[in-house]
């Protein structure tokens, strides 16, 4: 199977991607993702996980978004703008506090995420 995605799916799959955090729904977000899915951001190592700042595998997603989810009982996500190459999706959105967020997720040929970096304006 081919690394390269058409733009149409990849576009529904960030539009999906947002629509299952806004639900909180854990399950339907971590199907996204292969389950040796990477996930970088620097908000890991400030809710107390991996001090790199990397997460590897579903389980440590998993624990550390249940966490995140727990502590933002308000979360939402408005949908900017969508970027697409043939093998990603960069979702640019605004969350519920006005912050804008752009998430670069690399997809492999069997069309998940195997790599997920969250990157955020600097303070």
Request: charged content about 20%; proline content about 6%; overall charge negative.
């Amino acid at each position: 199977m081919s690394l390269h995605h058409p733009p149409s799916p990849l576009a529904a799959l960030g539009r999906t991607w947002i629509e299952a955090w806004n639900a909180r729904d854990l399950d339907r977000v971590l199907a996204f993702y292969d389950d040796a899915a990477v996930m970088t951001s620097d908000r890991i190592p400030a809710l107390g996980f991996d001090a790199s700042g990397t997460l590897r595998g579903k389980a440590a997603l998993r624990a550390y978004w249940g966490n995140a989810l727990g502590l933002l009982p308000e979360l939402h996500f408005s949908l900017i703008e969508l970027f697409v190459s043939p093998d990603s999706v960069e979702v640019l959105y605004e969350n519920e506090r006005s912050k804008k967020i752009c998430e670069y997720l690399r997809l492999n040929a069997a069309g998940k995420i195997v790599q997920g970096s969250a990157n955020h304006l600097p303070h």
